[in-house]
């Protein structure tokens, strides 16, 4: 598949004069006249029928390049000389094209032909296919949705609690840093660059908590001051050149990190003693900060803690905070993609890990930092591209899936803003390789 816009030739199977449109044709015709694609027709009818069905659908016929009505052409299907006569006629090449149908022999002919062929069953699983094929459409897509929300303020995780019950929104630190720290191009819009300023705000001698005091209500716990959140505030000021902060900072956060341990020398996930917890996730996200200040010695304890982590599988149910077990593979990939010494130890770990988990679930934060990550070790993923292509909502978003944890209530946190900034940037991800492979004159792993 070329990175350049496709054309869907989309064969009628059947020309009955009593046509009328299936559920989901509207949808999918906006869908098709909003995006890069251009729709082609073939046509098995007599004259006196086709007359009939071009002024029945005017709309259809006017959001059509081009048809070929067997009548005209001398052309039916089943058959080979279809395919190669609007080829020819129409100069397209066999990889720019998905050919749409529900009859297996016309796909089977249409595939032999060197056409990527799609099996028709209905308006909305054709709409959800053709994204596939599409990327730079989502991307477009979901980059609108992360602006009007960060704009119009819909960014919160809402939670439900385990027992049952209606959902609570609750504005939290921790998904605006991760939505804008992998998501280069949405860190550069103003409405993320003001939430970034409101959290630098809130710092408590450089350090932050879970929640948002300022936005919290009287009956929630305010959450301690803690190293998760702390070492994601600055790792994305950094890598977006944010606010000044400089070297000193960081390593004056870095050091009291690194002291923050339980008596094995573990980083513990609040500063406060009376709640000793220890995450991998939380682990990782750390010696992400602690490497950037040139402090990796100072967190061997931990660093082996999350090596341990790795080698015996020990994330595959999640963590304590984190149902994922993808995203703690996604803290350490950031540590093996920035850092070489890291990378040593654990690359070759991580990818193994990584390559096991493709195509074992289907939420889209999974199926984004899985592809993030692929992309950043040379693992091919097409798998988890196509699926999370295909689960884009009409709006540009995804589905939110469990994406966080509060033990205490206990409840589970879901955030539709902090999956579409992922999927967001899995697709930039998957386009700028694709890029480098055309330009490097190789063709993409299908």
């Known amino acids: 598949m070329l990175d350049v816009p496709l054309e869907i030739i989309s064969a009628v199977a059947d020309t009955r004069l009593e046509w009328e449109t299936a559920p989901g044709y509207e949808q999918l015709m906006e869908y098709l006249r909003s995006s890069d694609w251009r729709l082609f027709c073939t046509v098995n009818v007599p004259k006196e029928e086709w007359e009939v069905l071009r002024a029945n659908f005017p709309d259809l016929w006017d959001a059509v390049t081009n048809v070929a009505v067997s009548c005209d052409t ?86 439900y609690p385990d027992a049952g019950g209606e959902g609570r929104a609750l504005n939290d630190i921790y998904s605006v840093l991760l939505m804008i720290h992998e998501n280069d191009w949405l860190a550069r819009q103003p409405c993320a660059e003001h939430l970034l300023r409101e959290i630098h705000l809130l710092r408590e001698d450089g350090l932050v908590p879970f929640f948002r005091g300022d936005k919290l209500p009287p009956d929630v716990d305010p959450m301690p001051l803690d190293v998760d959140d702390t070492s994601l505030l600055y790792s994305t000021l950094l890598k977006h050149e944010l606010f000044g902060v400089d070297e000193h900072e960081v390593d004056t ?65 999640g963590t304590l905070y984190f149902p994922s077990p993808d ?28 390559a096991e988990r493709i195509g074992t679930t289907y939420h889209a934060l999974d199926l984004a930092v899985r592809t993030i990550m692929c992309r ?22 995804w589905d939110p899936s469990p994406y966080l944890l509060y033990p205490s209530l206990p409840a589970t ?8 900034a992922l999927a967001a940037a899995a697709l930039h991800a998957e386009l700028t390789g694709r890029r480098g492979m055309s330009e490097a004159g190789l063709e993409p792993a299908q």
Do not use: K
């Open 327 to 354: 995203l703690f593979l996604y803290f350490v990939f950031r540590l093996v993609r920035r850092f070489p010494s890291v990378r040593s130890r654990f690359g070759l770990l991580l990818a193994g890990c990584v």
């Open 413 to 420: 946190g879901y955030n539709r803003t902090v999956e579409t």
């Open 253 to 317: 956060v870095a050091a009291r990190i690194a002291a923050n341990t339980d008596d094995d020398g573990v980083i513990c996930i609040y500063f406060d003693r009376d709640r000793p917890r220890i995450d991998a996730v939380v682990c990782a996200n750390a010696l992400f900060v602690i490497h950037l200040a040139g402090r990796g010695g100072d967190a061997r304890a931990t660093e082996d803690h999350v090596h341990a982590q790795l080698t015996n599988r020990a994330y595959e149910d």
């Open 74 to 159: 001398g052309v039916t299907r089943p058959g080979p000389r279809v395919f190669r006569h609007v080829l020819d006629a129409w100069q397209l090449r066999p990889e720019e094209v998905v050919f749409v149908d529900t009859d297996i022999e016309n796909l089977q002919f249409s595939r032999a032909q060197g056409l990527s062929s799609l099996r028709y069953h209905g308006p909305e699983d054709l709409s959800r296919r053709l994204r596939m094929y599409d990327p730079e459409a989502g991307l477009r897509a979901a980059e609108r949705y992360l602006v009007q929300s960060l704009e119009s303020g819909a960014y919160e995780t809402v939670w």
């Open 376 to 397: 950043g070790l040379d693992i091919p993923n097409h798998t988890d591209v196509a699926r999370l292509l295909m689960l884009q909502q009409p709006d540009g978003s």
